[in-house]
């Protein structure tokens, strides 16, 4: 039996992106994301709970800054004690997995997709996903952007304005663009 195109996306296939099942996952989850940014001004704990509902899992003390913006939610975990600042974006087509302990500066952004680089399947819609997968004690600082198919191991710190474009391993200081290691941390 043929994948439907939400299938192939969660399996980390090249999906369409205009098909209909996800077009409605991505309103859907948009108006949940709305009620989220507007609720936190006034009933920050019920906006949190918006959040657990959306997301797939989440830890103890969690906490997200509003304006917040996400795609599905369905593929996003945190641990426990996170942290995201104002304006952070997850594109969340492939997982986006975070440990205990992560900090995330204003408007960090998380890509877990590619576009085709093939023009025609591009101007079809084709997408490949790639996930991010973040160990525990992250400390991203502000506007930090983590592109796909990245994992960064424990005890990492990113620079503020960052673009990391590959994995890194334990206990680094990270930044530039693309990030490279700036310090190995004790």
């Known amino acids: 039996m043929a994948m439907t195109e939400k299938q192939k996306m969660l399996a980390g296939k090249k999906y369409l992106n205009t098909d209909k099942e996800l077009s409605e996952d991505r309103w859907k989850t948009r108006k949940r ?34 304006p917040f913006q996400c795609d599905y939610g369905y593929g996003i975990t945190v641990g426990n ?33 590619d576009h085709a680089f093939d023009v025609e399947e591009r101007n079809r819609g084709i997408e490949i996903p790639g996930k991010v997968t973040i160990g525990d004690n992250l400390w991203a600082g502000g506007s930090v952007v983590i592109t796909p198919n990245v994992t960064l191991g424990n005890n990492v710190i990113i620079a503020a304005g960052a673009v990391v474009t590959k994995s890194f391993g334990d206990n680094v200081l990270i930044g530039g663009n693309p990030a490279h290691v700036i310090k190995e941390l004790k």
């Open 33 to 66: 994301i709305n009620e989220f940014n507007d609720l936190s001004k006034e009933a920050p704990d019920e906006a949190m709970k918006i959040l657990s509902n959306i997301f797939q899992k989440t830890g103890r003390n969690f906490e997200v800054m509003a």
């Open 81 to 113: 004690n996170f942290f995201a600042n104002y304006g952070c974006t997850f594109i969340d087509v492939a997982s986006i997995t975070f440990g205990d302990n992560c900090l995330l500066g204003p408007n960090c952004q998380i890509y877990t997709v």
